[in-house]
């Protein structure tokens, strides 16, 4: 049975004052960009996606950033469909808590059911009690509780340990600085386990909504699974040590670093991806007559780097043969590339810009 947050005896804080400064330090200048950013959904499109691949390629997914782009163009993408529909519930699954805490709904056991019920929708989690607490025994590693690296709290005492989790969610204390208790609460999740499956992607998408909850951020402009995919062993041996010594410090001080690691790539990719936009935004300003339909192209495919034809022309109200003159003048300069080959059904891309934004987001 995991004990109750906060700790006992108290965390030894002074290891890691360092990293909460530079992950406070890291959002803030994340938070700040965000700010300054014309058209926040510019970005949140795209990052919301990036860490919904992320997470789920931590649990073996094989989808990529274009395969999830190339999904919601209704093409079908070069892996298992089901993998790319577990990353498009996740997605589905934070913007309804996303939109849900916006309302004034408080951050709740409830509210994490729901969200785990749209995780699970569909494909290989139907099964798997969708929104619903798990009513048996699970386990991590091996093949059953006997040889299982880790045996979670049983079914007749997990409410008891979910309650005293949902208590914690909603702990303020001046000795715990917020950050600190976002690593506690992800922890102890992934601890409970309160589901049969989903609990390693839910966990990671509660450390987002937390941020916006507890207005660290604006938006979930941060995609921490980056840093967690690439010190994946780590990641898991510093959650099992919380487990079975007591080891907080340790696991706090990488979660810190993982914070400040993923903020300050999340601003860089900000920063040079509107530094591109403007390069090229002056480029497409020398194409004459056609500029003013190609600059609202260029406009739509800074949200949405993968698009067709039809659905743009439909979406920004121009004809097909303006929007395909368009993305030939765009094609023309090297912002845009057709990535099928195709005479017909034709698929354009924000190359650059997905060059950018793609990295880090190869499967495992």
């Known amino acids: 049975m995991p004990p109750p947050l906060p700790p006992t005896p108290p965390l030894d804080m002074r290891p890691l004052q360092k990293p909460l400064e530079n992950a406070n330090q890291a959002l803030g200048r994340l938070d700040g960009l965000a ?15 990036k860490e919904a691949v992320l997470s789920s390629q931590i649990e073996g997914t094989q989808s990529s950033l274009s395969d999830i782009l190339l999904f919601e163009n209704e093409i079908i993408p070069g892996v298992p469909l089901h993998d790319v529909e577990e990353v498009s519930n996740y997605v589905a699954a934070m913007q309804h808590g996303l939109r849900r805490i916006a309302e004034g709904f408080p951050l709740s056991l409830r509210l994490i059911r729901e969200m785990h019920k749209i995780l699970l929708r569909g494909g290989r989690g139907a099964g798997k009690m969708p929104g619903q607490f798990r009513t048996s025994q699970n386990w991590i590693g091996g093949t059953r509780p006997g040889n299982a690296i880790y045996v979670p709290p049983p079914p007749d005492r997990l409410m008891e340990c979910l309650d005293s989790f949902e208590r914690f969610l909603h702990y303020e204390s001046a000795n715990l600085p917020l950050m600190i208790q976002v690593g506690m609460i992800h922890a102890q999740f992934e601890t409970i386990h309160p589901f049969l499956d989903g609990n390693g992607r839910l966990g990671r998408l509660l450390i987002s909504l937390l941020l916006c909850a507890k207005s660290v951020l604006r938006e979930p402009l941060l995609y921490p699974s980056l840093y967690f995919k690439v010190h994946r062993a780590q990641y898991y041996d510093l959650l099992q040590n919380v487990r079975t010594r007591g080891e907080w410090e340790n696991w706090l001080s990488f979660f810190l670093e993982g914070i400040e690691v993923t903020a300050r790539q999340a601003a860089d990719v900000v920063t040079e991806s509107l530094h591109l936009f403007e390069r090229d935004r002056k480029r497409i300003e020398t194409l004459g007559r056609s500029a003013p339909s190609a600059l609202r192209v260029h406009a739509f495919i800074q949200k949405k780097p993968i698009i067709t034809i039809g659905p ?53």
């Not at 300054?36 to 499109?45: A, E, H, Q, S, V």
């Not at 059904?345 to 650059?352: I, P, Q």
Request: charged letters at 20%; zero cysteines; proline letters at 4%.
């Open 35 to 49: 700010s300054l950013i014309p058209d926040t959904n510019l970005f949140l499109y795209i990052y919301i996606r």
């Open 312 to 364: 743009t022309a439909k979406a920004l109200h121009l004809s097909v043969p303006t929007v395909t003159n368009s993305l030939a003048g765009l094609k023309k300069l090297g912002i845009a590339k057709e990535v099928t080959g195709n005479r017909r059904n034709r698929l354009f891309s924000y190359s650059g810009y997905l060059k950018l934004i793609t990295e880090g987001t190869e499967p495992l």
